[in-house]
């Protein structure tokens, strides 16, 4: 959830009539005022780069983003649980940036918020699994199965990508609406037999022996896309300072831990709590990325002409609003 800080109004006219009551005080007053006013003006070149995260493996350059900033700017993150909050949060300048999936982004541009993607995130980080004691070893054995799944997420659009190419339809299969953190237990309870899942979600069944991979859904026009990073035209616009510094930040965030995967790990684990073993086993199967390359446009356009042929969205928006990529365009380290 999103902190709230209430800031209390000070007593301005209270505080006039004391000083001039009190002449000695009023001195210091003055001096505190001054000293106050030095700091305020020498904070001026501090600069904080407020971003919504959801904690998971698959943020972590979030995480690693202070490392590469220039002296003077911080980062600022604010977990979040729900997509929606963190679009409101953008639209309300409540924060700068929003590492987020990229339905959201989609959904909100075609309702004409002003919200943009400026960098790639990941990629990859998604898996439909079967129970390990099942006879499921292909997308075609889903075909009468109970199979977990969230949607209009990007497991649901991979996994109806999977079904087509294995000619099941959607009517032959039961899908159980789950939140991707709920699939494991109730894959593991036999409430499913089979999910469309995230990270460390996916790996920790395997772990647990108690899951088994049917198949990692990248093969097919959609591809391997799953996370960006979104701002609001506003920011856009009125910081485009913040968002070039920024951009240099996350993309050498995002190149580091790719090279270091144990670090990467570690990151998650020791800030964000995650168990560690699952965690470097699942970072496999992430592809942690920042740029908005030509691959990558193309498998957007895919990916946001089903969200329309689901009905998702009624009109699929102008890509060059949705998707400004001037800012990891000019990145050069």
Not at 313 to 326: G, N, W
Request: with cysteine; glycine share 4%; aromatic share 6%.
């Amino acid at each position: 959830m999103m902190k709230y800080i209430s800031v209390q109004p000070r007593q301005t006219q209270n505080a006039g009539s004391w000083l001039f009551r009190k002449p000695a005080a009023a001195l210091a007053a003055i001096w505190l005022i001054v000293f106050a006013s030095s700091d305020a003006a020498a904070q001026s070149g501090s600069h904080t780069i407020r971003i919504a995260v959801i904690k998971s493996t698959i943020q972590a350059s979030a995480l690693e983003l202070p490392k590469y900033l220039p002296a003077g700017w911080k980062t600022e993150l604010t977990p979040f649980t729900s997509p929606g909050d963190m679009t409101n949060a953008l639209l309300t300048d409540s924060v700068d940036l929003a590492y987020i999936g990229i339905t959201v982004a989609v959904v909100a541009r075609s309702k004409d918020q002003p919200i943009a993607i400026v960098a790639n995130l990941a990629n990859k980080g998604c898996a439909i699994i079967a129970r390990a004691d099942s006879s499921i070893r292909t997308i075609a054995d889903l075909k009468g199965k109970r199979i977990g799944d969230l949607p209009t997420s990007i497991h649901d659009i991979l996994l109806r990508e999977e079904l087509k190419k294995a000619n099941v339809g959607l009517d032959e299969v039961t899908v159980i609406r789950l939140a991707p953190a709920d699939m494991p237990a109730a894959l593991q309870r036999g409430d499913i037999d089979a999910f469309s899942g995230n990270e460390p979600n996916a790996t920790q069944t395997l772990l647990d022996g108690y899951g088994r991979v049917v198949v990692y859904p990248y093969d097919t026009p959609v591809g391997s896309i799953n996370l960006a990073v979104l701002t609001s035209e506003r920011v856009i616009k009125e910081n485009p300072e913040m968002l070039r510094v920024w951009a240099v930040a996350h993309a050498k965030a995002t190149e580091e831990l790719t090279k270091n995967p144990d670090h990467w790990a570690d990151l998650v684990s020791n800030d964000w709590g995650y168990q560690r073993t699952a965690t470097r086993k699942s970072i496999d199967n992430i592809e942690l990325a920042w740029r908005l390359d030509p691959k990558w446009m193309a498998q957007f356009v895919v990916f946001m002409n089903r969200l329309k042929d689901l009905s998702v969205i009624t009109r699929v928006p102008e890509l060059d609003k949705l998707v400004v990529r001037k800012f990891v365009d000019q990145v050069k380290f």
